[in-house]
């Protein structure tokens, strides 16, 4: 019997199986693929998601195969100078290529005590009051207390439950990959800044060793966007975009994608819920997707905790999708007009030029800063203090950094005043008496996922607010 099994072992899944472990949860993953896939789906991280690892002790790590580029550029491949003064102590995007992304999240995973398990292909599921049935590919049949599905765009669990996946279907398509390209590099260089003039798509990425990847748009839509793309396709296409194909050869990997946008119905039904990709896709413009189903995964992590250690607040579980699936709406939107941005189309290519007129103001390219890095998002939690459902950027503090208090995974009252009390709650919250000269008010109550749950100076005020997030005081509904 475990208390969650995650169907998917990419970073939303590991991601939340070392969130739970935090709680001592007992933790499986199953994924279907025996071994990690080679392609590189994203590129980087961006701020949100720097901060979660940095919250978790794991940014170090990430740094170390990494590299910081400045923030510009990133909202429709419009160039920009980087902004000063973003709210953040991480102002950059950490260039890091998803399959180390994976391994450092599923090493993190195994090292935190999640049971993780591939080749191992989920095919079906029943629930009941009490918990969840899981039948594996070779007839293995398990249980436990909650199941998560964070098995991609295609997923297994989402079908199985039957939840509706509306959305518009791809009208587009681009062929991805890695491969040795021949030519000189300069020739390449200067093809593709020339086909870049009209055709924002194509690309070809000097990766080292004569490697590139490469993208161009594909002819159409291929019947099966599972098969991947056979090189002389790509040959083609560069021909058909460049004049060339650059002496393409021996590909490291080939891949396509397209630009459907589908936002799953419900997150949860009963014990089972949606994370990742499972809940949402859309067109990777923007580099949004991995670092959407992360936050995912920190937003649900401590509640699911919270109600397998029976002290969680009558519909806190809920509030994950309360939470998560309108940032996911919102990804959605942005990745819209993005791909509309990058279309060769007289229309568009006006409504390009306008946007980058505004965004010369700093309020416009701030605001698509924020929201491309998600430190923009902000949670309704009502009526109150500016930060109130905001993440609170990591600050400096006597005795060290905010962030560095925030590696268990619980609760944190951050109380300037010296006075305050989480007495009741101290199972659930840490209580860090320490003033922070950047913060402009003398207390806040971060939950375990680095949002504003209170602030102010008020005892009863917070006695108040606990209960909300943190369930009775004692430790049991």
């Known amino acids: 019997m475990f208390d969650v099994i995650i169907a998917g072992g990419g970073p939303t899944g590991s991601m939340l199986a070392a969130e739970l472990r935090l709680h001592d949860a007992r933790v499986l993953v199953v994924e279907k693929e025996a071994e990690p896939p080679p392609y590189v789906r994203s590129l980087g991280l961006h701020i949100r998601s720097i901060e979660v690892m940095d919250q978790r002790g794991l940014l170090e790590r990430f740094l170390a195969h990494g590299r910081r580029h400045p923030i510009g550029g990133h909202f429709a491949g419009i160039a920009k100078p980087p902004l000063d003064r973003l709210d953040t102590a991480h102002p950059y995007i950490l260039g890091i290529p998803q399959t180390i992304t994976d391994r450092l999240l599923a090493e993190h995973a195994a090292e935190a005590g999640a049971d993780i398990r591939r080749g191992c292909a989920l095919v079906g599921l029943s629930q009941d009051e009490d918990g969840v049935s899981a039948e594996l590919a070779d007839g293995t049949r398990l249980r436990s207390r909650y199941l998560v599905g964070c098995d991609g765009g295609r997923s297994t669990v989402r079908k199985l439950l039957g939840v509706a996946f509306p959305g518009e279907p791809a009208t587009t398509e681009t062929l991805l990959g890695e491969m040795e390209l021949t030519e000189d590099p300069e020739t390449i260089a200067a093809v593709v800044a020339e086909v870049r003039k009209t055709q924002l798509v194509f690309g070809a990425i000097p990766l080292g060793d004569g490697v590139y990847r490469v993208g161009v748009p594909a002819e159409g839509l291929a019947e099966d966007r599972a098969v991947p793309p056979a090189l002389e396709e790509f040959r083609r296409q560069l021909r058909v975009w460049a004049g060339t194909d650059f002496g393409a050869r021996e590909p490291r990997w080939l891949s396509r994608f397209g630009d459907a946008t589908r936002l799953a119905e419900r997150y949860r039904v009963g014990r089972v819920l949606l994370a990742g990709d499972a809940a949402h896709i859309h067109p990777p413009v923007g580099g949004q997707g991995l670092n959407l189903g992360i936050q995912d995964a920190v937003n649900l992590g401590w509640k699911l905790a919270a109600e397998l250690g029976g002290w969680a607040p009558e519909g806190l579980l809920d509030s994950y999708q309360a939470e998560r699936r309108p940032v996911a709406a919102d990804v959605l939107d942005n990745t819209r007009a993005q791909m509309a941005l990058l279309s060769t189309e007289p229309g568009p290519r006006a409504v390009r030029r306008l946007l980058s007129e505004l965004m010369d103001f700093e309020e416009v390219h701030r605001h698509l800063i924020e929201k491309i890095t998600a430190i923009g998002v902000r949670y309704d939690f009502g009526e109150g203090h500016h930060l109130l459902g905001r993440r609170m950027r ?31 709650w101290a199972d659930r919250v840490d209580h860090v008496s320490d003033a922070a000269e950047e913060l402009d008010v003398p207390a806040v109550l971060l939950r375990p996922d680095g949002h504003v749950a209170w602030a102010g100076d008020d005892q009863q005020e917070l006695l108040d607010r606990l209960p909300r997030w943190f369930g009775a005081a004692g430790g049991h509904r």
């Open 394 to 424: 990591d600050v400096r503090l006597k005795r060290g950094r905010l962030y560095e208090l925030m590696r268990g995974g619980r609760g944190l009252l951050l109380d300037g005043t010296g006075r305050l009390s989480v007495a009741g």
